[in-house]
Every structure is written in structure tokens, then in C-alpha cells.
């Protein structure tokens, strides 16, 4: 790769550090995800949406799958679905399992996406969108200069993990219970280690000598 050239950081790498920075430091460092009940679910409902191809409907063209990257940022990654009207726009839709939180991690991965379609396809989006099929909606997500700025940053963030190796601290909060990761995480353990390693510390510390008697 030239000297020039950011590292790739993949595009769901900054919704997984958004989350959690010690989740997407074990994806993308030790190749640690672990599945559950949730990740699953998502998965196969994202079997159709991932299937390469385009349709066309009255007044919109719709591509899945879509491959994008974005060169000065250093992103590269694929679009779940991403609609073309007939008057040019272009709406990037990230597909979640799970439900939407407004202004959580996915808002920064469909940002991210609407950043790198920008690039390639030489349009403005300033409106992007997730769909959550946990309550079968589309979740309007406005991508302004501050969600900009916060894609840039996490892919700083993202990128210097990588290039580091230096997995993050556990977050040890209530975003563990409903991680699949925990079992291998064990954020309870490490976020206490600072303590443990006190403890052990003054316990193995030498203390006066002592005189025998014969």
C-alpha cells in the first residue's frame, strides 16, 4: 500500500466502536465475534438484503449490496440497499435487526456510507436512512457537518486500533449484558484488574527482615 494511503477501516468497524471500542478491537484484531440469539436473527434477515443485484420501481431504482469507499477517509465497505430517484437523490438504508436508537451507532455507519456514495457517485446526500425490522420502519437520519465530524473521528479511532494492535479497555457497563462478545470480553474481570493487580502487589512485597534465633 503507498505511504499516502490511509489504512482501510472497514465501514461496520465504526458502528462497532461507536458501540463499544473494545468490541470492534476484538473483531478486527483477534477475529473474536462470537453469535447469540440476536446476531443471528440478524443475519438471516439480512440474506436478501446482501444478495448483489438491483430493481427497478416506479420512480426509484434500487441497488443492494453496493460496493463503496471513500479514498481521503480511508473507508471502504458495502451498502445494504441504496435508492436512486428519478431526480437524482440518493438514499443510502442501513438494514438493523434489532431497533433503532436515535443517534446511536448505526446513525454513524449509514453517515459513513452516504460519505463514500458522495465520492463515487458525485452527489450530496444530506439525508440517509435505517431501517429497523424490529418495529418494520424506516428511521430518517439527517447527515449533517456534526455526524460528518463524528465519522472522521471514529475512523481516526478505528484506524489507530489497527494500526497499534492495542485493544481498548472494557467498557464493564450496562452495554456488556447485551453484548455476544462478554464470555470472551470478560470486561468484569479487566475492569477490575487495576485493583487485583494492587492487591497482589502488597501481598508479595517483601517485608522486614526478620532475626532468627538459633
Not at 500500500?1 to 461496520?12: F, G, H, I, K, R
Not at 479514498?71 to 431497533?99: F, M, Y
Not at 465519522?151 to 492495542?166: D, F, N, P, S
Not at 449484558?177 to 502488597?202: E, Y
Request: glycine share 6%; net charge neutral; with cysteine.
Amino acid at each position: 500500500m503507498p505511504d499516502n494511503q490511509p489504512l482501510p477501516v472497514p465501514l461496520s468497524a465504526l458502528e462497532h466502536y461507536d458501540y463499544c471500542p473494545r468490541q470492534a478491537g476484538l473483531i478486527l484484531l483477534e477475529d473474536a465475534f462470537a453469535d447469540d440469539v440476536a446476531t443471528v436473527r440478524g443475519t438471516l434477515a439480512h440474506r436478501r438484503v446482501h444478495d448483489p443485484g438491483h430493481e427497478t420501481r416506479p420512480q426509484v431504482r434500487t441497488l443492494r449490496a453496493l460496493p463503496v469507499w471513500h479514498v481521503e477517509l480511508g473507508l471502504t465497505g458495502v451498502c445494504d440497499v441504496v435508492e436512486i430517484r428519478p431526480d437524482g437523490a440518493v438514499l443510502p438504508i442501513e438494514h438493523k435487526s434489532g431497533n433503532y436508537k436515535p443517534g446511536g451507532p448505526a446513525d454513524v455507519q449509514v453517515a459513513a456510507q452516504a460519505m463514500c456514495l458522495e465520492e463515487r457517485m458525485g452527489v450530496s446526500i444530506t439525508t440517509a436512512a435505517v431501517y429497523s425490522m424490529a418495529d418494520r420502519r424506516r428511521h430518517s437520519v439527517s447527515v449533517d457537518e456534526p455526524l460528518r465530524e463524528r465519522v472522521r473521528g471514529t475512523a481516526l479511532r478505528v484506524r489507530h486500533i489497527m494500526e497499534t494492535a492495542a485493544l481498548p479497555a472494557p467498557a464493564a457497563d450496562s452495554r456488556c449484558r447485551r453484548c455476544s462478545m462478554n464470555t470472551g470480553c470478560m470486561p468484569k474481570v479487566l475492569a477490575g484488574r487495576t485493583r487485583f493487580d494492587r492487591l497482589l502487589a502488597q501481598l508479595y512485597t517483601p517485608g522486614p527482615e526478620r532475626e532468627w534465633d538459633d
